[in-house]
């Protein structure tokens, strides 16, 4: 049962085992056995809760958010990440600042999260609808917008959500994550509405 208790312990030992050598997410990942796509996610999405873009990665990210989600929706087992994902190195200090984070986030959500709606979660429906939430939310994430601010974060509140639902078996979770994915569409539209209306005053300003 990978639950809140485990996910931890599971941060603990990565960090852990990263002493020696720099730990890929491959080589931690692999170690998981039978996880689910939630704590794998959890997992991968911690370092994108920050409002500074992230560059090439915030696009890796969403690419392998997107592919989980895809294969989550269409009904497969085990979760497989792109190559260039699992070759990410962590260090001993990265895993303990991803510990902290997930401690602090984690801990603070779990005061209002409890089991409800289990049958938004639970079965083939939930699969589908968790696999939705992370497919989207890769696929805004995977937008290479650049120097946009909250451009990982917007869509990394979805994901996180999606997870904790997952993880805590609670519903709600699932709709507080759909919130944020449309939270992050109306961002990114008044962004681009932005930038025409500006770049058309540009234009209106030249042709003096």
Not at 73 to 102: D, Q
Not at 159 to 180: K, P, Q, V
Request: aromatic letters at 16%; glycine letters at 8%.
């Amino acid at each position: 049962m990978f639950d809140y208790n485990t996910l931890v312990k599971t941060l603990h030992q990565f960090a852990e085992q990263s002493k020696t050598k720099p730990l890929t997410l491959g080589e931690a990942l692999d170690s998981l056995d039978e996880a689910g796509y939630a704590f794998i996610a959890i997992i991968l999405v911690l370092p994108f809760l920050q409002p500074l873009p992230m560059g090439p990665i915030t696009v890796l990210g969403g690419v392998a958010f997107a592919t989980l989600g895809w294969q989550l929706f269409n009904g497969h087992e085990s979760p497989v990440l792109p190559h260039k994902i699992r070759n990410v190195e962590f260090s001993e200090n990265t895993w303990r600042i991803l510990v902290n984070v997930c401690l602090k986030i984690l801990g603070f959500c779990r005061k209002f999260t409890k089991q409800r709606y289990p049958a938004i979660v639970n079965g083939t429906k939930g699969q589908k609808f968790g696999g939705f939430i992370l497919l989207a939310a890769g696929a805004l994430m995977a937008i290479p917008f650049g120097v946009l601010p909250l451009n990982n974060l917007l869509p990394g509140l979805a994901i996180l959500f999606y997870c904790i639902g997952e993880l805590e078996s609670d519903g709600l979770m699932f709709f507080i994550a759909i919130f944020w994915l449309i939270v992050t569409v109306l961002y990114f539209i008044a962004f681009f509405a932005a930038l025409w209306y500006f770049g058309q005053e540009a234009l209106e300003f030249f042709k003096w």
